[in-house]
């Protein structure tokens, strides 16, 4: 298995700095390199899943 890095990035607030902006801007981040602990489990769970996914939403 490939080794892959997941990188999530949240931020909070808006780019408009003047008066009528938000107080604060705020970026979050989590990393985590696969292969991680669930992985496996996960990824046989959303193939369990996915069947039922595509014919309630049309995926």
Request: charged share 20%; with cysteine; net charge negative.
């Amino acid at each position: 298995m490939n080794r892959c890095a997941y990188i999530f990035l949240d931020e909070a607030g808006n780019f408009n700095f003047s008066v009528n902006g938000t107080r604060y801007f705020a970026l979050a981040s989590v990393s985590i390199c696969r292969p991680f602990p669930a992985f496996d489990a996960l990824d046989n769970y959303k193939n369990d899943i996915k069947p039922a996914v595509c014919n309630e939403f049309e995926i």
